[in-house]
């Protein structure tokens, strides 16, 4: 069974920057910085930078926690004159079966605090989760450049 | 085994967490202070937060625990310091550390545990 949250524009155009395993925690300290640095290079503001490494670091704590760790592909995304960091998180864990109540505040299935994909999803400006039972989940998110 | 020194003055504890911590080295703080506590018989923790540039759930979860441990304790913890970016995002992710009192500065946190910064 495969589920869907929100969807990326086709009409944009992004470029690969890098990719990076999640794996442990020190790989997520790796992960933050490299996102950060993209951040400032495109010139976010330092509330826009903060807000989207804080949500990778969710992102990448849920892919540890329930995927079993996973990759991670930063892109640089275009749309016209707009231009933003696009950053994929992709974990080969058993997916999510209730995508609706995962995206809930206060829902956790791990002993958790309940605010890793809604809180996530708040600080971004786009948010999509592919998911496939058995599978493995896809959880992309964009902050633009205001 | 890294660690994150926990200096002592008087009855206070002060901890400046100074790197991106990962998440062993979060927890030995949690466990380093929660001991320190009882061996100092300290009667306040300050945590001073103001190099750090992300909070997320799991540290905040981190900084609300060990608030909890250190009351339990007959301990007040202050957290200092933070970064406006960072209050920023941790209200607007609905993250709002229960429990744990707050202070702009290592100054006013002192302040608000009863003591001169200049005894």
């Known amino acids: 069974m495969t589920s869907n949250f929100g969807s990326t524009d086709s009409t944009e155009a992004d470029v690969e920057i890098k990719r990076l395993p999640v794996q442990n925690s020190e790989e997520l300290v790796m992960l933050r910085k490299h996102v950060r640095d993209l951040a400032v290079q495109l010139r976010l503001s330092l509330i826009d930078q903060t807000k989207l490494v804080t949500a990778v670091s969710e992102l990448a704590r849920n892919a540890l926690k329930y995927g079993g760790g996973g990759e991670a592909v930063l892109r640089i995304v275009r749309n016209g004159p707009r231009h933003g960091v696009r950053l994929s998180l992709i974990d080969a864990g058993p997916g999510i079966a209730d995508l609706d109540m995962a995206m809930l505040d206060g829902f956790t299935s791990g002993g958790g605090m309940g605010l890793g994909l809604g809180g996530a999803r708040r600080l971004v400006d786009d948010f999509a989760v592919h998911t496939t039972l058995g599978v493995g989940t896809v959880v992309t998110i964009t902050k633009w450049k205001r | ?119």
């Open chain 2, 1 to 119: 085994m890294d660690r994150i020194p926990i200096l002592r003055m008087g009855d206070l504890l002060l901890v400046t967490i100074q790197v991106d911590m990962h998440d062993r080295l979060a927890m030995t703080l949690q466990d380093d202070l929660t001991n320190r506590i009882v061996q100092d018989q300290a009667k306040g923790v300050l945590i001073d937060i103001s190099a750090l540039d992300v909070v997320d759930t799991f540290i905040g979860r981190m900084i609300s625990n060990t608030a909890a441990m250190a009351r339990v304790l007959d301990a007040t913890t202050v957290v200092v310091g933070m970064q406006p970016a960072v209050a920023i995002t941790l209200v607007e992710m609905g993250l709002s550390l229960p429990g744990v009192r707050t202070a702009l500065n290592i100054e006013r946190g002192m302040a608000l545990l009863g003591k001169r910064y200049h005894e």
